[in-house]
């Protein structure tokens, strides 16, 4: 037997040691809780469309839509093509300063530029000085410009960063809104040293380098750079492309192009003709904007392969195409206020409406004043919201306080949509995780305040139709217990479940409706000396409730016990109203008119006959009033509600 050396046998342990990682399994690509790779690709939510190809919105429908926007007070976009041309450069300035000295207030004592230093206000001092344009007149005139770069529009004309943590660069509160390639925009006054001007977008107003913008010679240069007739249209569609590397014409090499940039096609080419030293097969020839050494606006030939994600004009608006562009940008970065050459979440949207030609206000807030099929669901319950989205199309908007997000559609039972997304609280570990990227997931993922985001979600709207003043909201029919569940859940008189369901068909408890006429009360502290229910326990969220209603004679209970898990009767909730409200007996006839009037007991006809006659209770399939069963909760919330709106002009 041959004998192993020492150095041999170290060599061969330390190698051991190190297997195991030469043979562990790649990592796979990581999808939230019920995302599968085949939901990233837009024919997985097509296949479920009945015309997926039908026309949804035309294109003049569509400039109906935006011309509508531009009216719309509050939806701060702007009329770019007529703005007025003449303004007064120091009042301009001194609004202009104040503005930016508000958010320097806003953002001192817990920011920091790119160095890890804390922004003190000195530091905000230079930055405001620099809004100062030296030549200012009180006669000027607006300067027409048009972005040679993917550029930011900045809140301050300032090269650093602002940041809320000193080494996350990635998040710069400088960010207000990308403007793409090609797009126009209005010029009003150059920053003290030249390195910025004050624009307007279509959707925005601040500051830009620029070294991003050429200045046309005028309004006409302008017009013809961007608003160009749809058959000279090129507009990409997909996430983002480079143009080709050119020695030949360094001006047009490896520009980034994103989402939405509308370039103008060339006039046709002769035979053989050239552009940029090649023939242009396999690729559309356009025009790229310049800036020249001094500024001004030039054109030059560039090309653009025909592979890319391109169309001819503005996309038609069709449910294949929402969703072949609402997926492009899965798995990119986010970007707030869209920098980082990617979005936020509205500005994703916008970008992906503009694709069809829709240009969208900037924000959540300043969408919802459109005139466009919305609905408030700030106290709506979550079997309604989810209700609402079986009705609902592929691209309609979700909104909850700081997030937007588009719907893809409903499988399996559970609802998904896509958004660009800061953080969630991770599924594995249940703490607020940082994901900042743009991702597919179901409506239960959980916001750092706990709530779901179906939960949390406030405003829905669909904002490619056009509605008149004269025309209702245009989504579905509510339920017809909607405006009590709504009232009770706006109020806090009824505690929605788990995820913010309200179980409107289930049973409603006994101590459900002490507590809620409790907390209609008030919630007044009861007596000290009260001796409660014995079937109460120390500590129930009821139990204060209980009280109160022993010692203002609301409810008596049997044997002194409340009974509080047992279900409400319908002749229950009667005499209860009855006591709590101050009812008065009534000679009227109503009760008698139901076929069952009959089974109402002798201690609750009184009540029950001033409940009918007050309207509190219409009964069952208007033929029933059902004494003896039990009281659903939506049932409970809309006799709630009619009670408290009934008593609501009645002295107290």
Known sequence: MKKICASTLTLCLLLSLFLPLSVRAAAPVEYLPGVTGEMTKSSFWTDMMDEPDKIITDREEIERINAAALATKGSNMHDLKNITESFNGPERIALLKKSVEEDAKYYLGWTYNETGKKLEQEDFDVIIENCVDPDATEDMSIRYGVAVNRALLVTFPYEGQILD?????????????????NEPVVIFTTSADGAFYHVYTSCCSGWVSAEDVAVCADKEEWLSAWDFPADKRLVFYGDKMYTDYSKTAPETSNRLITMATVLE??????????????????????????????????????????KESVSEDYLPLTGRNLAKVALVSVGDAYGW??????????????SIFCCFGLDLPRNG???????MPK???????????????????????LNFPGHQMMYLGKTEGEYYVVSTVSSIVSPNSGKRQRTRVTQINQLNIKRA??????????????PWIYLEESENDGMPAQPWYHAGTAFCIEKGLIDTCEGGYFHPGETALRSTAVEALWRVAGKPEPSEDVVGFSDVESGASYEKASLWAIETGIVNGIDRELMPND????????????????GESTESEELAE??????????????????????????????????KSGITRAELAVVLQRACELTADKPE
């Not at 943590?165 to 390639?181: C, E, K, N, S, T």
């Not at 706990?450 to 829905?460: E, V």
């Open 165 to 181: 943590d000193p080494v996350d660069y990635d998040f710069d509160y400088q960010a207000l809104v990308g403007i793409r390639m």
């Open 265 to 306: 096609r060339m006039d046709e080419l002769e035979p053989d003709e050239l552009v940029i030293n090649r023939l242009p097969l396999h690729n559309y020839a356009v025009y790229l904007p310049v800036r020249n050494e001094d500024g001004s606006y030039a054109k030059t030939p560039a090309l653009i392969n025909a």
């Open 337 to 350: 206020g869209a920098s980082l050459y990617n979005e936020d979440c509205t500005s994703l949207n916008r």
């Open 365 to 371: 807030n300043w969408q919802w004043g459109l005139a």
């Open 375 to 397: 609905i408030d669901t700030t106290y709506m319950s979550t079997e309604e919201k989810l209700a609402l989205l079986d009705n609902l199309p592929l691209g309609t908007i």
């Open 449 to 462: 305040n706990g709530k779901t985001w179906i939960q949390a979600t406030n405003r829905i709207y669909i």
């Open 567 to 582: 279900e409400l009767t319908r002749e229950q909730l009667a005499v209860i109203l009855y006591r709590f409200f101050g």
């Open 594 to 627: 139901f076929e069952d009037a009959a089974d109402v007991g002798k201690w609750a006809r009184e009540a029950m006959e001033w409940a009918v006659c007050s309207g509190l209770m219409t009964g069952r399939d208007g033929r029933r009033i059902e004494p």
